[in-house]
């Protein structure tokens, strides 16, 4: 069901949530843009299927999957992402809010002025928190949802380096990444013509692979009939409308070319031969699901934080690449088909790949279990609490 919000609805609808008793928005969850769904997927199931818990979902984006799910246990409300959602958050009045989106009280997004609320926050990528990150990004969340061990290490020590006070640090996992493996039953490769389907998914800023080397990239790989799906970051739609426009121009009528402006569809990320890109996430979901080689465009880095040489720890993303990928530098580009028709996924490779998963990764499979048990114990401790007080 697709809803149309008029002018005004998004009070209107900040209304209907706020009229709610406390108990029935005791959780809360945040969407800030359609990705997050990817992220919450497997825990709001968990949660309103398996423990047959209510909650409420708060989204800005107006088409959020949300309003397609028909779930007796979940409240929905879109609230946009101006004066409404800045209101949202200054009088929420909850016992839990989740979300994905970093940087609580460091812009205008800020803590609840009138209820103690307890913050949980999930990552939308399994990247280190002090590069991909703005400094500061987690610090005022009360609850972190860890996707390994390096996460941990690197806010214990932020926590150390700042004197933070300890925040509460669960192993959980990565949802995205079991919903990627649970859609890989669903389309398993020898089902799948994944011979030649290649995706280059660029990150966003002004180094990213696409605006250093993207319309070059895309004629070696077109001019040897590989069909290629191309899925830029959100953001660079914004910040580049002229290269996106010379893309459309040099490729839009090549049958074998296309331009995806949102997620890409599960058929064709399960049917795929090879993921190209530089420094996006979504480069070690894809090496973790299939256990396959990535091949990354060695562009400069984005960083969000530039002192975060002050944590010395190694970011993940950075001491990764060559464990489960192939690192090529923009001047040769045109290897890159050859690599590609000779790339290796025998046995040893998916081994290797998958034992670095086991060591990066919490609770593979079984992530959305573990949140939505700290979730419902954080609860149960917070009603306790208000009941003594």
């Not at 996460?151 to 990627?180: A, W």
């Not at 011979?195 to 990239?217: A, D, E, F, R, V």
């Not at 899925?231 to 995806?260: A, C, M, Q, V, Y």
Request: glycine letters at 4%; charged letters at 30%; hydrophobic letters at 35%.
């Amino acid at each position: 069901m697709k809803f149309n919000f008029g002018f005004g609805q998004e009070w209107k609808e900040l209304k209907k949530f706020e009229q709610l008793s406390l108990e029935e928005r005791s959780i809360v969850f945040y969407a800030e843009n359609k990705a997050s769904m990817n992220h919450f997927r497997t825990l709001i199931h968990e949660l309103t299927i398996v423990k047959n818990i209510q909650i409420c979902y708060i989204t800005s984006i107006k088409n959020d999957p949300i309003f397609d799910m028909k779930n007796k246990n979940i409240f929905s409300f879109f609230i946009g992402e101006g004066t409404v959602r800045t209101k949202f958050f200054l009088t929420l009045k909850a016992k839990i809010l989740i979300m994905d989106m970093p940087d609580l009280e460091t812009y205008h997004i800020k803590r609840s002025k009138i209820y103690p609320v307890h913050y949980i926050y999930i990552f939308h990528s399994m990247f280190s928190i002090h590069s991909y990150l703005r400094k500061g990004a987690v610090d005022n969340y009360d609850t972190i949802f860890c996707v390994g061990k390096h996460h941990e290490n690197e806010i214990r020590e932020t926590e150390k380096v700042f004197h933070l006070k300890p925040k509460k640090l669960v192993k959980y996992g990565f949802g995205r990444l079991d919903t990627l493996l649970e859609e890989r039953i669903k389309f398993p490769e020898n089902k799948l013509n994944n011979n030649n389907l290649i995706l280059i998914t660029p990150s966003y800023g002004k180094n990213n692979l696409l605006q250093m080397c993207g319309i070059k990239l895309l004629e070696i790989l077109l001019k040897e009939n590989f069909n290629v799906l191309l899925r830029p970051h959100f953001r660079i739609f914004k910040e580049s409308p002229e290269l996106i426009k010379e893309i459309i121009r040099k490729f839009g009528n090549d049958s074998n070319f296309t331009l995806e402006e949102g997620i890409i569809i599960p058929e064709k990320f399960h049917n795929s031969k090879c993921l190209i890109s530089d420094w996006s996430g979504i480069s070690m979901e894809y090496a973790f699901t299939f256990q396959r080689p990535v091949i990354f465009i060695d562009v400069p880095k984005k960083i969000l934080n530039p002192d975060f040489s002050d944590i010395s720890i190694i970011p993940l993303e950075t001491s990764i690449r060559e464990e489960i990928g192939h690192v090529i530098s923009p001047e040769k580009i045109n290897k890159i088909p050859d690599l590609i028709k000779n790339m290796k996924n025998d046995d040893s490779i998916k081994n290797k790949i998958t034992e670095i998963r086991s060591k990066i990764v919490y609770n593979v499979g079984k992530s959305a279990k573990i949140g939505a048990e700290t979730i419902e114990q954080i609860y149960n401790e917070l009603s306790n609490k208000h009941t003594r007080d």
